[in-house]
């Protein structure tokens, strides 16, 4: 089992390196392949941009019957990114029922670029950036490059508003990958999408 999921990152890296996707990067950080560093930098013409994030991958001997554990290390501010763990709300990495043989680290790493900049404001894990994005966008984008630059000096910085977590509608159903792979496949690597021009339409969170 351990000689097919190293045969198939074999292939994945391979991929990766052939497509030479815009402002993805990974390599392996085990010599078996099960552990590796990767980073994405932020759309065009997106509050992201410019922005890289880091990230961890770490693979089983399983894969790629089962979805590898995805994790920020530098952790963005957004709706659909756990801010205590870095974990993204991805459904397909979540939820092994969800996962397809037919994903690769190319796509898990190009979903997550697209994220970024296309939240999915009706299925949030960070509450509070999803409540901003809501209630005022320009301020969103401040604090998202506040957080990136200064971390640790945002958590008294936020409106009084967003310091009570009970005013949010909780959820925690996660993001599908085939909402963001096929969605935005002809888009992702070059720019903004009209969505997240208009993040205000989406339906699930109340303004309180």
């Known amino acids: 089992m351990h000689r097919r999921a190293y045969f198939l990152l074999e292939r994945d890296f391979q991929e990766l390196k052939e497509n030479n996707f815009k402002g993805i990067t990974a390599f392996p950080v085990s010599e078996d392949l099960m552990e590796w560093g990767a980073s994405i930098q932020g759309l065009q013409n997106t509050v ?6 880091q990230l961890t991958i770490n693979f089983t001997s399983e894969y790629n019957l089962v979805p590898p554990v995805v994790k920020f290390l530098t952790i963005p501010f957004h709706p659909n990114v756990d801010q205590n763990s870095g974990r993204a709300c991805i459904d397909f990495l979540d939820n092994p029922a969800k996962w397809n043989t037919s994903y690769t680290l190319s796509s ?17 894990v960070n509450l509070e950036a999803a409540q901003m994005l809501i209630k005022d966008e320009s301020l969103y984008k401040q604090i998202v490059l ?13 409106p009084e508003s967003l310091k009570d977590p009970d005013k949010f509608i909780r959820s925690t159903k996660a993001v599908s990958f085939n909402d963001y792979y096929k969605t935005w496949s002809g888009i992702a690597t070059s720019k903004a999408t009209e969505y997240y021009r208009s993040p205000c339409k989406s339906p699930g969170l109340q303004s309180s």
């Not at 898990?108 to 949030?124: A, G, R, Y």
């Open 48 to 53: 992201w941009q410019g922005l890289f994030f």
């Open 108 to 124: 898990i790493l190009f979903t997550l670029q697209v994220m970024l900049s296309n939240p999915v404001l009706e299925n949030p």
């Open 146 to 158: 506040r957080f990136f630059n200064q971390p640790s000096q945002l958590r008294d910085d936020r």
